[in-house]
């Protein structure tokens, strides 16, 4: 078990179907390049310890592999729930920039997302490169309801959480051999 040393306050926003699969241990992969709101124009990432905040709005089951678009349910733009469940926290252990094609090809097998959400992704601000995130993720044993505010919306990567979260008594939900292998086969595609 892993208690980060100081509160954690920052999340980072995503589909709900990724966060789910983040939390039970199918992917370490996520593929960003920021929402159309982000505090600096563009995508960074200059925290290593965050919360997952699970979103529903932007789904698209186009967009996912069989396998787990049949977990979106559709909802009407602007929706929310007036509650959000925390299932689990996470450390960005790699950040990777990739801008080719053939290597985002090559990382189909380790995230949720399909060939159309990976070829969509690309040609979006067709300069900025598509970051991969590597994340080691810890489950919470029970959910930790927080209530949605207004200033969590928005197409934003990062948000600051009002309400305090404890981390504690988390558990990886991926061996520490099992990850760092995912880490090494994604290493060696990406740095050929």
């Known amino acids: 078990m892993v208690i980060p040393s100081s509160t954690l306050t920052s999340a980072l926003k995503e589909w709900a179907v990724a966060v789910d699969a983040l939390a039970q241990g199918q992917t370490i992969v996520l593929l960003r390049k920021g ?5 600096s124009g563009s995508f960074t990432v200059d925290r290593s310890r965050i919360w997952l905040y699970p979103t529903y709005e ?14 979106v349910t559709p909802v009407a733009s602007g929706w929310h729930p007036e509650a959000i469940d925390i299932q689990a926290w996470a450390e960005i252990t ?28 690309l040609k979006w601000k067709p300069k900025s490169p598509l970051f991969v995130l590597l994340l080691r993720v810890y489950r919470l044993p029970t959910l930790q309801r927080i209530p949605y505010r207004s200033e969590y919306g928005g ?32 290493h060696r595609l990406i740095a050929n």
């Open 35 to 39: 929402g159309i709101r982000e505090q």
């Open 58 to 71: 932007h789904q698209k089951p186009h967009f996912l592999k069989p396998e787990y678009a049949n977990q």
């Open 155 to 186: 197409c934003k990567s990062w948000i600051e959480l009002g309400t305090e979260l404890l981390p504690v008594e988390a558990k990886p939900v991926l061996t520490e051999e099992s990850y760092l292998s995912q880490v090494r086969d994604i």
């Open 94 to 121: 790699h950040l990777f920039q990739v801008s080719e094609a053939a290597i985002v090809e090559a990382l189909m097998p380790f995230h949720v997302w399909n060939a159309e959400f990976v070829s969509e992704r």
